[in-house]
């Protein structure tokens, strides 16, 4: 019984440390996205995917050594798988956001809202499992 204790107070401290990384990582995508788009002029959609992708690359930076600890030195490899679970993620996260948003007539806001803690467990638990396994 401690020892499984153990392994969810681990698990526990390690999606609180990869929402933190998340977090980062939104201000990167926000941030990316308005510079682009704002600032630079570019498309709301390519300035979109920048953003998207400079987030999803930071976060597996800092995914890799803080919340994982990752010593695995195929980072290429676990890059691409990364990015892999980011842009299902990503569908998860669209399609979740459309179906209660548009569907059931949910807030946008509120099913926005969902659609990310979906999303979040969805991303955590396939890194977990696929890249940093």
């Known amino acids: 019984m401690k ?7 681990l698990l526990i401290y390690k999606f609180i440390k990869f929402g ?3 977090c980062s990582g939104m201000i990167i995508d926000f941030g990316t996205t308005y510079l682009c788009k704002e600032i630079l002029k570019i498309n ?4 979109s995917g920048i953003g998207f992708i400079l987030a999803a690359t930071s976060n597996y930076f800092l995914n890799r050594a803080w919340t994982f600890e990752s010593a695995d030195e ?9 990015m892999i679970v980011s842009i299902i993620g990503l569908g998860i996260n669209s399609l979740t956001l459309y179906f209660l948003n548009e569907k059931l007539k949910w807030n946008f806001y509120f099913s926005k809202l969902l659609a990310i803690g979906i999303t979040t467990i969805w991303n955590f638990f396939a890194n977990l499992l696929f890249t940093f396994a």
Not at 3 to 9: C, W
Not at 44 to 47: D, E, G, L, T, V
């Open 74 to 82: 195929r980072i290429g490899s676990q890059y691409l798988q990364f």
């Open 44 to 47: 709301k959609f390519i300035s």
């Open 20 to 22: 933190i990384v998340g």
């Open 3 to 9: 020892f499984l204790f153990a392994i969810d107070k």
